[in-house]
């Protein structure tokens, strides 16, 4: 009896807070993501969720998000 909601694919478009590289990423898979430019773990996605990783030094995240696109398909 589970009526949960099918999940979507969601895609992320963050932007790196050290060199401002933007990219995009689905939010949806399981996994650690990299900046493309300047390899700084950005974010941990777990499945629907997503964990913005932080700079242990300056309790700031390494990246933002600009935009969640949401795509039902
Ligand atoms: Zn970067």
Request: proline share 4%.
């Amino acid at each position: 009896m589970s009526k949960g909601r099918r999940v979507r694919s969601r895609f992320l478009y963050v932007q790196c807070n050290h060199c401002n590289n933007k990219q995009v990423i689905f939010g949806c898979a399981k996994t650690k993501v990299n900046c493309l430019a300047c390899n700084t773990p950005l974010l941990i996605s777990t499945g629907g969720k997503a964990l913005l990783t932080k700079n242990p030094v300056t309790k700031l995240p390494n990246a933002h998000i600009l935009e969640i696109l949401d795509r039902s398909l």
